[in-house]
């Protein structure tokens, strides 16, 4: 009986401020919009997939360290458009457990 109340007491006790508000599901669509752009060298297109491989700096959006890997794009139209060797700043975001380049632009 005590170990059915001190489990119903844990069930129904109030979830720590701290740990309510903390979210891990990566970033809000509003901290994207005005993430910074990340630097980053595309070196495949795989329009068959609808990915963009990237050499890239630090993500500070996403939380991500420099590394190479494939992104989807919001915008597939885009894998048109880039080539490989392109230098490039974007933006990415967590789509699931997706990195997707939400927003790019060639680096000058």
């Known amino acids: 009986m005590r170990f059915a109340l001190a489990l ?3 069930l129904v006790a109030p979830v ?3 740990l309510a508000q903390h ?10 919009k005005g993430a910074p752009l990340a ?24 939380g991500m360290p420099p590394m190479t890997m494939a992104f989807g794009v919001a915008d597939k139209a885009w ?4 080539k490989p060797g392109d ?10 457990s997706n990195a997707i380049v939400s927003r790019y632009e060639l680096a000058k």
């Open 79 to 82: 894998l048109d458009r880039l």
């Open 8 to 10: 119903l007491a844990a």
């Open 16 to 18: 720590p401020a701290a």
């Open 39 to 62: 630097d980053g060298v595309v070196k495949k297109i795989d329009k068959a997939a609808g990915e963009v491989v990237i050499q890239h700096g630090q993500i500070d959006s996403i």
């Open 23 to 32: 979210d891990h599901a990566g970033p809000k669509p509003a901290a994207v």
């Open 87 to 96: 230098k490039i700043r974007f933006v990415a975001e967590m789509k699931g």
